[in-house]
């Protein structure tokens, strides 16, 4: 499994300390493409894609945030870092969803602590949901699930694009899905990455952008579910 | 006769007014309100007198008397209406005012901190030509590692004299308020902010949850005798239109038994539960090796409106 991260600075030196750093946090586990000019990593992604972007925040012509926008108007889900020595202006970058920001100068800590949370946001080892129906063999990635839903024998399995019908029990349904999968009814459970709203007995999932479902929340699981979604999602924050 | 008495009355005791607002009170008198305020009395002797006199002496139309009496009564009842009213809008005003005052004294503070940083920044001017000296110095002498931990020193100064947490200078002004009031108490309170530019939560709601969270874990550590390193981390970030807010303080072991109902119910956490709740939120709290930790998480705070 290999890791392909963008680095974009301008001054050789910072690029060079990211570099090194990347490479103690792991020597193989990340392929590297480095851009001293901005534009020139916006052309790249006409033809390339990355897991990872590690832009500084200010450069002479272009500021770190119009390039962020590019980025995602292209690929809106790989987490974006930026490295920047003003906190001030950060606040503007939430606009395309940063995922962290490293105050310079850059230390070990600050950025394996940002590399660590952004390994276990991408979810590398990209489990996959296996099941026949119909005698057919099916092969789902978890982090495509955005739920279940089981009625009596049969389970329903929403992803964005499409539902597929299976059958198992409940049990052995949640020994197969990752602890991404939190169980809010004795009829649902949800992937905590969809989530878009929690009230007091339903959970908003995002299906797309503009769509939403609401799953309702039973008595019986509302508290320790809540919890479970908390905890997971912080992982992906703090 | 005695109803001409009170009008009498009433047009002497306006006089009055009017003539000491003039010399005396410098605050505006509403005349009207002054006017109410006096006929109750008035009103409700003269009606006591003429029913006790009215049975000797004006007893050829007891039908006027009955219905003066009800015309007077409705008359203090208006009375009362309009006093209840004014009051009532009184009270709005002082609120709104004492909000505005805060508000006012909030961006005052502010100020203040503008003008001190500005001042910061003239003798951080001063002091960085020296500083350069210096690293020319231990350059020229070839001391590197000097020179380097000089420069990561001046670099931790500038770190450790900051004074922003967040553009929400509302939310500033108060985080830098209590992490001095930590300070004075010689608790560190560290902040580690990265919050949006926009909230879809009001300042003030975000503004009682933390200050429930800090004034909390500052009582917790304050009861630490033992415990040399005070310390609370504060930890405000947002990711994907949520918002985590994340407060953890040192924490003595044994208050698991001695303190076994405040963990439940401690003061103001209560509230801040059920503001979490209200705004679409979770609330957890747990025991980590020997620290204490809570964490919120806003759902959908921020970025595009529905």
């Not at chain 1, 949800?190 to 609401?214: F, G, H, L, P």
Request: with cysteine; charged share 25%; hydrophobic share 45%.
């Amino acid at each position: 499994m290999v890791i392909k991260v963008a680095i974009c600075d301008d001054v050789p030196i910072i690029v060079k300390e990211i570099e090194e750093l990347l490479l103690e946090y792991d020597s193989s586990l990340f392929e590297m493409d480095i851009f001293y000019n901005p534009l020139r990593l916006i052309e790249s992604l006409e033809e390339d894609t990355y897991d990872i972007f590690i832009l500084d925040m200010e450069f002479p012509n272009l500021l770190g945030l119009e390039i962020a926008e590019t980025i995602r108007g292209n690929n809106y889900t790989s987490p974006i870092i930026f490295i920047t020595s003003f906190k001030e202006y950060m606040e503007k970058a939430f606009k395309v969803n940063t995922f962290d920001y490293i105050l310079k100068p850059i230390t070990k800590s600050k950025l394996h602590a940002a590399l660590n949370r952004a390994i276990k946001y991408l979810d590398l080892n990209e489990s996959k949901f296996t099941f026949t129906f119909n005698k057919v063999f099916y092969s789902l990635p978890l982090s495509d699930i955005i739920y279940f839903e089981k009625n009596k024998r049969k389970v329903f399995i929403h992803t964005p694009s499409d539902t597929y019908e299976t059958i198992f029990h409940t049990k052995a349904l949640l020994s197969k899905v990752n602890d991404n999968f939190v169980q809010v009814h004795t009829s649902f459970v949800v992937n905590v990455r969809y989530i878009k709203q929690v009230r007091n007995n339903t959970v908003t999932m995002k299906v797309n952008d503009k769509q939403t479902v609401d799953i309702p929340i039973s008595r019986k699981f509302k508290d320790h579910a809540k919890k479970q979604i908390l905890m997971k999602l912080r992982d992906f924050i703090y | 006769m005695a109803f001409i008495l009170i009008i009498i009355l009433m047009f002497v005791v306006i006089l009055i007014i009017t003539l000491l607002q003039k010399f005396k009170w410098k605050l505006p008198i509403h005349v009207f309100f002054v006017m109410v305020i006096f006929s109750i009395p008035l009103i409700s002797v003269f009606l006591l007198s003429t029913a006790v006199v009215s049975e000797i002496h004006v007893v050829n139309n007891p039908n006027f008397i009955f219905i003066c009496i009800a015309a007077f009564i409705i008359y203090m009842n208006l009375c009362i209406l309009y006093l209840y009213i004014t009051l009532g809008n009184y009270y709005k005003q002082l609120e709104k005012t004492t909000t505005q005052k805060k508000v006012l004294e909030a961006e005052l503070k502010y100020l203040q901190q503008l003008k001190d940083s500005q001042s910061k920044l003239y003798s951080m001017k001063h002091d960085l030509k020296n500083q350069y000296v210096v690293l020319l110095g231990m350059l020229s002498q070839h001391d590197i590692t000097g020179a380097k931990s000089y420069l990561q020193d001046s670099i931790q100064k500038i770190d450790d004299s900051n004074y922003f947490f967040t553009n929400n200078f509302v939310l500033n002004y108060f985080l830098n308020e209590k992490v001095s009031t930590a300070k004075s108490n010689g608790v560190t309170l560290s902040v580690q902010s990265f919050l949006p530019e926009e909230l879809h939560l009001d300042t003030d709601i975000l503004a009682v949850v933390l200050g429930n969270l800090i004034d909390n874990s500052l009582e917790a550590v304050l009861r630490l005798s033992h415990f040399k390193e005070k310390e609370i981390s504060l930890l405000i970030k947002q990711f994907d239109h949520n918002l985590l807010i994340e407060i953890s303080n040192v924490f003595d072991r044994e208050e698991i038994h001695t303190r076994k109902h405040r963990q439940t119910e401690g003061i103001g956490i209560k509230n801040v539960k059920k503001i979490v709740e209200e705004h679409g939120g979770i609330y957890n709290q747990w025991f980590e090796d020997n620290r204490y930790v809570v964490s919120i998480l806003l759902l959908d705070v921020y970025g595009e409106e529905d």
